[in-house]
């Protein structure tokens, strides 16, 4: 059975797309720690991220550096977090968090609440800094 985020690449499940290539899609997490939390996905499902080859784990860290790049010029913050967790979905992915102190990172945040205009503005906001 497919996990989400393959269904969200196959267009099965709406997204709130912030970039993507032959190899990776980036979107919006739709329940953020931030505005602006941003998932990296490779469009291959593997499960665990350092079950990835080699060279895809590289290229899609090269590709979240540009996501993340584009994050820090659409969204005021000091940095952008990068977590990889990889319990929730099966599906391997890193989480891109805009942040201002490290404790924006803490999972037990409350989670930041958008409408469907306000996601769409922010990924929208992301991908015109691509």
Sequence with gaps: MASIFSKIVAGEIPSYKV??????Y????????????????????VDYIFDLEDSTLAEM??????????IKKAIPCQRIGMMVIGMEVPHAHIHLIPINKESDMI????????????????????????
Excluded at 31 to 38: A, D, F, I, Q, W
Aim: hydrophobic share 40%.
């Design 61 to 70: 860290n090269v590709f979240a550096k540009k996501i993340a790049l584009a």
């Design 26 to 45: 980036a979107f919006l997490d739709i329940n953020p720690m931030t505005k602006g939390h941003t998932l990296v996905i490779p469009k291959q499902e």
């Design 19 to 24: 970039a993507e290539n032959d190899k990776f």
């Design 107 to 130: 999972l037990s945040n409350p989670r930041q609440k958008f409408d469907q205009k306000q996601f769409l503005e922010i990924a929208g906001s992301i991908s015109k800094q691509m």
